[in-house]
């Protein structure tokens, strides 16, 4: 033990006389790095606790002298239990497993002024990045670099830290040959490149955009020590502060209302997106920080996927996909088996799937060139009907339900459904069909009964009942399943669930007939593990994100955790601050019954909210009724907001203080195109390729915009906490970590996936690939496709036989429900045809408002993403329209509405009702059927033209206009596409 002792004592000597060189000579030969040096003088001692070892640097105008002694009196101390304990932190080939360890049991610490402190790591982790070497130097004289977006993996050009151009990943030779599949004697196979979505086209522009918040802002009336008129918010202008101010004021706020109020008076929000990557996106640094300080987390509802929770999920269970079914191998099935794909509120070529870029239209092609027949049921005209063709039935807004009621009905009647299936592998069927024939309630859900709500004439609906119940039939119930404009309605949860019901009925699994729309299901490798943005990235969260399922034994990180238990649910965040209390239910993927769990805000013993830290994408566009949020903000009960943001738009004109950030070409992450991780598991599955990028930097930071781990580090330091929060570590070492925490170090290796940017996941061989969903269930077998869902406890028989249901079988009547609330007239026990609380049936207010609204997500944005800030997308004529030099957001109608109104072509109008108003610009079409009309949810832009919350809005942010009701009150949840307005000629007034 002591010749160990003694050689492991000089090695460390020599390392940190090592070090002294090290950081003289780079301070002479790299400029970026000599000016980290003269950022601060102090001195540092790196030494042994209980022994007189080390060596004391001191840093003084960006030069560099040491000396071989230890000295506790210097300005910071990082300070060692033995010289085996430092060699294990200080050495660049580290094992962070070892590190961790040696930090959890404190046998490391360091002394000292935080930013010192902080700063110092910041040195030390800049000898091993500034010496990086990556990209690929280009015959023109570009760098081409590589980076990840919500639409797809792309190269992006630089020459003089300027990016030239921004295009879709091309496959190199050496990277594998893609999949083929072999069906109706025809080969597919998809080309050696990836594509991109829409909105990613026009990313440069927003990089650059006169938009972007390059300084720190605080507004001009806000006094953090005197006055702040909180009723200015969103009317005062800002002016520019120095990051030290900024951080400062922030840092002291969150010291000051822990102190004054107590614990929770920290509220801390995000939009459901943010810029790409596993490190800088919202479930990673943001959670690090906010545990560490302690906040009352804003609880997201299952955006998008309201119905399936809220409603299919007690049918068949899919807890871990919101209620939404798998779709493993369904592009094989559906290209070899399938007649005939039914998109019921499904346009994929809009939604792109959900990050999955355009990869899909190529799939659906080949379902068009092997002649599949196509029938869209959607109000709307959407994309994927326009390009594919078939049958378009216009149905109206939020009456799928009887429409599907109307199906099963004659498949009932005429024996067009699986009877064998229904008798053996679900329950409830006959009860649900006393329903459906009227012996219950003395109303036949016949295709005549249906055609009053739905204005589809009834022989549309036998035609398409009797043409689905004879043919191999794929329902497409979503743009990926699950995810679609019916599920965000009055009526979401029973159109959802009606859809299950009608694929029971048909025999889900049985080959040609699922659920999918050739947008996921490919058959890549789903037994390579690399993490989605849910696995919590740096988060070391536990418990908000998925670093427990797949990260926790692969990715050492010191763990955090939020000591505050109060929560506040998003669509209600208005009231608990301007109300002082309001209640939600919890998105809980584990299990059926976790949704039936109501919270209360405030929790008990907790602070009331007095600082709001709002981070990411914009609720004014995104969220119902958000004229809200406007007078939720000018509220006197907010002491201070902040504003992390990459523009200026939508939220940041409310705040007080502004944080600018960068975007994710200005900094380092990695991540996987179309990865979600659990959030939406193995979403990857819509890609052609699985492509892994380690996402560059491509250049400097613009202004003085940082990273959003860059700023939390901030100003955790400035609380004393920027050591717990960083591990001293850079974005780019945590990249590194997450890299050796997945299967990659196994086939490429860190220097050369660095150096090129991006890996492909070799498809597996045509007899390992995955098993068609739903087929193990269709003929009895155990679950064999590659997915936990059902935990352990959730069965009811042996290990994998079964659903999550308490019968283990699709159910027609939900035992849940019946546990839950037998009697609620909101969500029965089976589904059934429930009017629209907002819609035809609503007497005097349809009368007013006889227009029903629906605002699907965006093929030319990514919710606020893309959309406003000069970009490229707002020339695109179905996207935004010029007129009188602003670009207004669009409203279809159809022609003989705007007729009757006087409306004509690209006229201003202004579209209106109780809520609030809008300003869009009319387009008139016949896309939409009379009485309906058509605008994409999440514009950028809030711009009243007078007073927040009480003026017409010229930026196109209609959720102004939507509903803030529930589906049903025993949920969280929004129904923004039942939404009645009207609309008039804008005469400017």
Same mark, same amino acid.
């Given at each position: 033990?002591?010749i160990?002792?003694?050689?492991? &004592?000089?090695?460390?000597?020599?390392?940190?006389?090592?070090?002294a060189?090290?950081?003289?000579?780079?301070?002479?030969k &790299?400029?970026?790095?000599?000016?980290?040096?003269?950022?601060?003088?102090?001195?540092?001692?790196?030494?042994?606790?209980?022994?007189?070892?080390?060596?004391?640097?001191?840093?003084?105008?960006?030069?560099?002298?040491?000396?071989?002694?230890?000295?506790?009196?210097?300005?910071?101390?990082?300070?060692?239990?033995?010289?085996?304990d430092?060699?294990?932190?200080?050495?660049?080939?580290?094992?962070?497993?070892?590190?961790?360890?040696?930090?959890?049991?404190f046998?490391?610490?360091?002394?000292?002024?935080?930013?010192?402190?902080?700063?110092?790591?910041?040195?030390?982790?800049?000898?091993?990045?500034?010496?990086?070497?990556?990209?690929?130097?280009?015959?023109?004289?570009?760098?081409?670099?590589?980076?990840?977006?919500? @639409?797809?993996?792309?190269f992006?050009?630089?020459?003089?830290?300027?990016?030239i151009?921004?295009?879709?990943?091309?496959?190199?030779?050496? &990277?594998p040959?893609?999949?083929?599949?072999? %069906?109706r004697?025809?080969?597919?196979?998809?080309?050696?490149?990836?594509?991109?979505?829409?909105?990613?086209?026009?990313?440069?522009?927003?990089?650059?955009s006169?938009?972007?918040?390059?300084?720190?802002?605080?507004?001009?009336?806000?006094?953090?020590?005197?006055?702040?008129n909180?009723?200015?918010?969103?009317?005062? $202008?800002?002016?520019?502060?120095?990051?030290?101010?900024?951080?400062?004021i922030?840092a002291?706020?969150?010291?000051?209302?822990?102190?004054?109020y107590?614990?929770?008076?920290?509220?801390?929000?995000?939009?459901?997106?943010?810029?790409?990557?596993?490190?800088? /996106?919202? *479930?990673?640094? =943001?959670?690090?920080?906010?545990?560490?300080?302690?906040?009352?987390?804003?609880?997201?509802?299952?955006?998008?996927?309201?119905?399936?929770?809220?409603?299919?999920?007690?049918?068949?269970?899919n807890?871990?996909?919101?209620?939404?079914? &798998?779709?493993?191998?369904?592009?094989?099935?559906?290209?070899k088996?399938?007649?005939?794909?039914?998109?019921?509120?499904?346009?994929?070529?809009?939604?792109?799937?959900?990050?999955?870029?355009?990869?899909?239209?190529?799939?659906?092609?080949? !379902?068009?060139?092997?002649?599949?027949?196509?029938?869209?049921?959607?109000p709307?005209?959407?994309?994927?009907?326009?390009?594919?063709?078939?049958?378009?039935?216009?149905?109206?807004? +939020?009456?799928?339900?009887?429409?599907a009621?109307a199906?099963?009905?004659?498949?009932?009647?005429?024996?067009?459904?699986?009877?064998?299936?229904v008798e053996?592998?679900?329950e409830?069927?006959?009860?649900?069909?006393e329903?459906?024939?009227?012996n219950?309630?003395?109303?036949?859900?016949t295709?005549?009964?249906?055609?009053?709500?739905?204005?589809?004439?009834?022989?549309?609906?036998?035609?398409?009942?009797?043409?689905w119940?004879?043919?191999?039939?794929?329902?497409?119930?979503?743009?990926?399943?699950?995810?679609?404009? %019916?599920?965000?309605?009055?009526?979401?949860?029973?159109?959802a669930r009606?859809?299950?019901?009608?694929?029971?009925?048909? @025999?889900?699994?049985k080959?040609?007939v699922?659920?999918?729309?050739?947008?996921?299901?490919?058959?890549?490798?789903?037994?390579?593990?690399?993490?989605?943005?849910?696995?919590?990235?740096?988060?070391?969260?536990?418990?908000? #994100?998925?670093?427990?399922?797949n990260?926790?034994? =692969?990715?050492?990180q010191?763990?955090?955790?939020?000591?505050?238990?109060?929560?506040?649910? =998003?669509?209600?965040?208005?009231?608990?601050?301007?109300?002082?209390?309001?209640?939600?239910?919890? #998105?809980?993927?584990?299990?059926?019954?976790?949704?039936?769990?109501?919270?209360?805000?405030?929790a008990?013993? /907790? !602070?009331?909210?007095?600082?709001y830290?709002?981070? $990411?994408?914009?609720h004014?566009g995104?969220?119902?009724?958000?004229?809200r949020?406007?007078?939720m903000?000018?509220?006197?009960? *907010?002491?201070?907001?902040?504003?992390?943001?990459?523009?200026?738009?939508?939220?940041?004109h409310? %705040?007080?203080?502004?944080?600018? !950030?960068?975007?994710?070409?200005?900094?380092w992450?990695?991540?996987?195109?179309?990865?979600?991780?659990?959030?939406i598991?193995?979403?990857?599955?819509?890609?052609?390729?699985r492509?892994?990028?380690?996402?560059h930097?491509?250049?400097?930071?613009?202004?003085?915009?940082?990273?959003?781990?860059?700023?939390?580090?901030?100003?955790?330091?400035k609380?004393?906490?920027?050591?717990?929060?960083?591990? !001293?570590?850079?974005?780019?070492?945590?990249?590194k970590?997450?890299?050796?925490?997945?299967? *990659?170090?196994?086939?490429?290796?860190?220097?050369?996936?660095?150096?090129?940017?991006y890996?492909?996941?070799?498809p597996?061989?045509?007899?390992d690939?995955d098993?068609?969903?739903?087929?193990?269930y269709?003929?009895?077998?155990?679950?064999?496709?590659?997915?936990?869902?059902?935990?352990?406890?959730?069965?009811?028989?042996?290990?994998?036989?079964?659903?999550?249901?308490?019968s283990?079988k699709?159910?027609?009547?939900?035992?849940?429900?019946?546990?839950?609330?037998?009697?609620?007239?909101?969500?029965p026990?089976? #589904?059934?045809?429930?009017?629209?609380?907002?819609?035809?049936?609503? +007497?005097?207010?349809?009368?007013k408002?006889?227009l029903?609204?629906?605002?699907?997500?965006?093929?030319?944005?990514?919710?606020?993403?893309?959309?406003?800030?000069?970009?490229?997308?707002?020339?695109?004529?179905?996207?935004?329209?010029e007129?009188?030099?602003?670009?207004?957001?669009?409203?279809?109608i159809?022609?003989?509405?705007?007729?009757?109104?006087?409306i004509?072509?690209?006229?201003?109008?202004?579209?209106?009702?109780?809520? @609030?108003?809008?300003?869009?610009?009319?387009?008139?079409?016949q896309?939409?059927?009379?009485?309906?009309?058509?605008?994409?949810?999440?514009?950028?832009?809030?711009?009243?033209?007078?007073?927040?919350?009480?003026?017409?809005?010229?930026?196109?942010?209609?959720n102004?206009?939507?509903?803030s =009701?529930?589906?049903?009150?025993?949920?969280?949840?929004?129904?923004?596409?039942?939404?009645?307005?009207?609309?008039?000629?804008?005469? @400017?007034?």
């Open positions: 033990m002591k160990t002792s003694i050689a492991t &004592d000089k090695q460390f000597k020599i390392m940190l006389f090592g070090l060189q090290t950081l003289k000579l780079l301070a002479l &790299d400029r970026k790095f000599k000016s980290l040096l003269e950022e601060k003088n102090f001195s540092a001692s790196i030494c042994i606790r209980t022994e007189d070892i080390g060596r004391t640097f001191t840093l003084h105008n960006g030069k560099v002298s040491s000396v071989g002694k230890k000295d506790l009196s210097a300005d910071v101390v990082m300070v060692f239990d033995t010289t085996d430092a060699m294990k932190v200080m050495v660049p080939w580290r094992d962070y497993q070892e590190v961790v360890d040696i930090m959890k049991l046998k490391m610490d360091a002394t000292g002024d935080e930013e010192l402190v902080v700063h110092l790591t910041k040195i030390l982790g800049s000898i091993v990045d500034n010496q990086v070497k990556y990209g690929t130097k280009m015959p023109d004289g570009t760098m081409r670099y590589v980076n990840n977006t919500n @639409g797809g993996p792309v992006v050009y630089v020459k003089d830290d300027k990016i151009r921004i295009t879709p990943i091309e496959l190199a030779d050496e &990277d040959d893609p999949w083929t599949i072999r %069906a004697g025809q080969e597919f196979t998809p080309g050696r490149k990836v594509t991109v979505s829409p909105h990613t086209q026009g990313i440069k522009s927003t990089i650059y006169k938009d972007r918040i390059l300084y720190p802002m605080k507004r001009v009336d806000f006094d953090p020590y005197g006055e702040r909180p009723q200015n918010r969103g009317i005062s $202008g800002y002016e520019r502060i120095s990051w030290e101010e900024a951080t400062d922030v002291n706020e969150i010291s000051r209302v822990k102190t004054e107590g614990p929770g008076a920290i509220m801390n929000g995000s939009g459901s997106h943010h810029t790409w990557g596993n490190l800088g /996106y919202w *479930l990673s640094a =943001r959670p690090r920080f906010f545990n560490a300080i302690g906040t009352s987390y804003v609880v997201h509802n299952p955006d998008s996927w309201e119905g399936f929770y809220w409603g299919a999920m007690h049918h068949w269970g807890s871990i996909r919101l209620g939404a079914p &798998d779709t493993y191998s369904t592009v094989e099935d559906a290209l088996n399938c007649e005939m794909i039914v998109f019921w509120s499904s346009d994929p070529e809009s939604t792109s799937g959900v990050y999955g870029a355009m990869e899909g239209t190529q799939r659906r092609l080949w !379902a068009k060139q092997l002649g599949i027949e196509f029938v869209h049921v959607d709307f005209f959407n994309h994927t009907a326009a390009l594919l063709g078939g049958k378009w039935i216009g149905s109206n807004p +939020g009456t799928s339900n009887a429409m009621l199906i099963a009905y004659v498949w009932m009647e005429e024996g067009l459904y699986d009877k064998d299936f053996d592998k679900t409830g069927f006959a009860q649900w069909k329903y459906v024939l009227g219950e309630d003395g109303v036949p859900k295709p005549e009964w249906q055609e009053s709500e739905t204005g589809v004439p009834a022989h549309d609906v036998r035609a398409l009942a009797r043409r119940g004879s043919k191999r039939t794929y329902l497409a119930a979503g743009g990926i399943q699950g995810f679609g404009s %019916a599920c965000r309605s009055a009526t979401g949860a029973e159109w009606s859809m299950v019901c009608l694929m029971a009925m048909q @025999g889900i699994g080959p040609g699922n659920m999918g729309c050739l947008q996921q299901g490919t058959p890549v490798d789903t037994r390579f593990f690399f993490p989605g943005y849910s696995e919590g990235g740096l988060s070391g969260d536990y418990e908000g #994100t998925g670093l427990g399922v990260m926790y034994q =692969r990715m050492p010191v763990l955090t955790m939020n000591t505050v238990a109060q929560k506040v649910p =998003r669509l209600r965040i208005p009231e608990a601050i301007i109300d002082g209390k309001t209640s939600g239910y919890f #998105t809980d993927t584990k299990s059926i019954e976790g949704q039936f769990s109501e919270f209360k805000y405030p008990p013993g /907790y !602070a009331p909210i007095k600082m830290y709002k981070y $990411g994408g914009s004014f995104t969220m119902s009724d958000s004229n949020y406007a007078h903000y000018r509220s006197e009960n *907010l002491d201070v907001v902040v504003n992390q943001s990459i523009w200026m738009e939508g939220e940041a409310f %705040a007080d203080i502004i944080l600018p !950030a960068c975007t994710n070409f200005e900094r992450d990695i991540g996987e195109f179309a990865n979600c991780g659990g959030y598991h193995h979403c990857y599955t819509q890609t052609n390729h492509v892994i990028t380690i996402q930097k491509c250049i400097e930071p613009l202004g003085e915009s940082k990273s959003d781990y860059e700023i939390f580090k901030i100003i955790a330091t609380i004393g906490l920027g050591a717990y929060y960083s591990e !001293a570590s850079s974005e780019l070492e945590w990249a970590r997450l890299f050796y925490g997945t299967d *990659l170090p196994k086939k490429v290796s860190w220097k050369n996936f660095l150096k090129k940017g890996y492909i996941v070799p597996p061989k045509e007899e690939r098993p068609v969903s739903w087929n193990w269709y003929e009895g077998r155990k679950k064999d496709v590659p997915e936990m869902n059902p935990l352990p406890s959730g069965y009811k028989e042996d290990f994998k036989k079964g659903l999550q249901t308490q283990g699709i159910e027609f009547v939900c035992n849940s429900l019946k546990r839950f609330d037998a009697n609620d007239p909101e969500r026990i089976m #589904t059934k045809y429930i009017p629209s609380w907002e819609g035809p049936h609503s +007497g005097e207010l349809y009368e408002y006889p029903q609204m629906i605002s699907p997500h965006s093929r030319y944005s990514f919710h606020t993403m893309m959309d406003g800030k000069d970009s490229h997308i707002n020339d695109i004529l179905d996207h935004r329209v007129i009188d030099g602003y670009y207004y957001w669009i409203i279809r159809n022609e003989q509405d705007a007729q009757s109104r006087g004509s072509h690209n006229q201003i109008v202004e579209v209106f009702n109780d809520r @609030g108003s809008v300003l869009c610009a009319a387009h008139l079409t896309r939409v059927p009379k009485g309906t009309v058509h605008s994409y949810e999440s514009s950028a832009l809030y711009e009243p033209i007078g007073e927040p919350g009480k003026s017409p809005d010229r930026g196109g942010s209609v102004v206009l939507t509903p =009701r529930p589906i049903i009150k025993k949920s969280h949840s929004t129904a923004c596409n039942s939404c009645l307005v009207n609309i008039r000629v804008w005469e @400017g007034e």
